[in-house]
């Protein structure tokens, strides 16, 4: 009995540790947001915010399962852990801002979420405006879940992402509540094409990832892969269409427009800009081992890798 | 047991190695300080009119508890509501200041343009309202301060008709910097 405790609460210690640090970049984000958002009208923050919602939608649709190998009837239990960077360029670092009245409506670039100081503009009565200054300084925004895969029945594999985010907010005070659930499904096109030189396989994926009441998305991904095997070796590639939509939720706390009486509590939807990709990877199996790493190039460019262990 | 140690220490690497180079909150917050406002209410059967009102200038941090590096001044408003009664056209004349320093002249002002909330920067509206270019070193002098004042603002002018029955607002809006 004591050793089912030991065991029990050495699970829950690595299992918070855990979450922690692979939700930290996400909700220290969220702090930083909120603060920086709620002094932004929704006209200001769509510019200021668009790289990270595009960079966060190529993360989550990201990682999935790369090998095209499926048999038609087998048995697969993989758990991965998969790692994302969507890199982050100049481009991603300035938006065309407009200031409000009576400053001059001509826009100026400015700093986004990821960009340095936010530009100032003058009034000739003697007043200054400034916009918001960046506030993530990093040349890739990361992100990390767990996945799932189980399988293979009548060729196809059905993979699952998720967080128990209540495990983090019972234990860790104002730890924004965070959720991620994922469920996705390969269909291999190749037990149709017996003599066909590569693997094919096709498949989709819905996903939705929450913070607090701040921030909600949801993603959904369909693709094609093909792959090879060499040995331990599977190279892949691949083709995908996806989409994010994220709702940002916040009380408006900064000045309106004069004669403005609008409501302060701003419910925003955002889409990522990343709509189409290819994807090139490798992976390697060692035994129960599993490790693969692939880049994908859209409108964004996102590495990700995965470290698996299972059959 | 083994096994999922390993399992974990992958994954916590992978997030350390990840969350690395991932800097966050590397500039200043800029935070809306909250809006001040002057009220008045006139209420008069001729046609001059006086008002005064006082701002607590530590209002403006009301919602904000980063460390403040200094406030800047970057829009001052009017806004002048008719009530019942009024005629409407009634134009205004006068000063509003603040400290016994002008904050602005009015020149036979229609009420009826500030109906809304309007800058007093607006440079469209110059043949009725005229800015004291002096003003806002002044008040962006009394925000570096250490203890923030109180200041006062004052209404004061002619009507062109009567009743004057008006509820005029001076708003101050301020950007905080923090550090």
Excluded: W
């Excluded at chain 1, 009576?102 to 400034?130: L, R």
């Amino acid at each position: 009995m004591k050793g089912y405790h030991s065991f029990r609460n050495y699970l829950r210690y690595y299992t918070v540790i855990l979450l922690f640090l692979t939700l930290i970049i996400p909700s220290k984000s969220q702090n930083v947001l909120e603060d920086t958002i709620e002094q932004l009208s929704s006209d200001a923050v769509i510019g200021y915010i668009q790289p990270m919602v595009d960079s966060f939608g190529a993360n989550i649709n990201s990682g999935f399962p790369g090998s095209a190998r499926i048999h038609r009837l087998g048995l697969t239990v993989r758990l991965q852990f998969i790692g994302m960077a969507t890199l982050i360029g100049d481009a991603e670092k300035t938006y065309l801002a407009t200031a409000p009245l009576p400053f001059s409506q001509q826009p100026v670039e400015t700093a986004t979420i990821f960009g340095d100081q936010g530009a100032s503009v003058s009034h000739p009565a003697g007043i200054e405006y400034q916009f918001q200054n960046g506030q993530i300084n990093t040349r890739y925004m990361p992100f990390v879940v767990p996945q799932l895969t189980v399988g293979d029945v009548f060729g196809t594999q059905l993979t699952l992402r998720y967080f128990p985010g209540s495990l983090v907010t019972e234990r860790i005070e104002d730890f924004p509540e965070i959720s991620l659930f994922g469920v996705g499904v390969r269909h291999s096109l190749s037990q149709y094409l017996p003599l066909f030189p590569v693997d094919l396989a096709v498949g989709g994926f819905y996903q939705t990832f929450s913070i607090g009441d701040f921030f909600d998305s949801e993603a959904t991904a369909f693709f094609a892969r093909v792959s090879k095997s060499f040995l331990l070796v599977t190279v892949y590639g691949g083709l995908q269409y996806e989409t994010t939509d994220v709702t940002l939720s916040y009380t408006y706390t900064g000045p309106l427009p004069p004669g403005d009486q609008s409501d302060r509590n701003i419910s925003l939807a955002l889409q990522g800009e990343n709509q189409f990709r290819a994807t090139a990877g490798a992976g390697i199996g060692l035994g129960v081992l599993h490790l693969n790493a692939d880049i994908s190039v859209g409108k964004v460019i996102v590495a990700s890798v995965g470290i698996g262990f299972g059959i | 047991m083994k096994q999922l140690s390993f399992c974990i220490v992958i994954m916590l690497s992978l997030s350390l190695v990840l969350g690395n180079g991932c800097d966050i909150a590397v500039n200043p917050l800029l935070f809306n300080g909250s809006p001040l406002t002057a009220e008045f209410v006139i209420d008069e059967q001729q046609t001059s009119y006086q008002g005064t009102d006082q701002i607590r200038l530590g209002n403006l941090l009301s919602s904000i508890s980063e460390t403040v590096d200094s406030i800047k001044v970057f829009n001052i408003t009017l806004r002048i509501e008719p009530m019942t009664g009024t005629p409407e056209n009634l134009t205004v004349s006068g000063s509003i200041d603040v400290d016994n320093q002008e904050m602005v002249e009015m020149s036979n002002l229609p009420i009826s343009l500030y109906e809304n909330e309007q800058s007093i920067f607006d440079f469209g509206l110059t043949q009725y309202l005229t800015g004291n270019p002096a003003l806002v070193p002044y008040l962006n002098s009394l925000l570096a301060q250490p203890v923030l004042q109180t200041i006062t603002v004052n209404v004061t002018g002619q009507a062109s008709d009567t009743p004057v029955r008006l509820r005029i607002f001076v708003t101050l809006y301020t950007q905080v910097y923090t550090s």
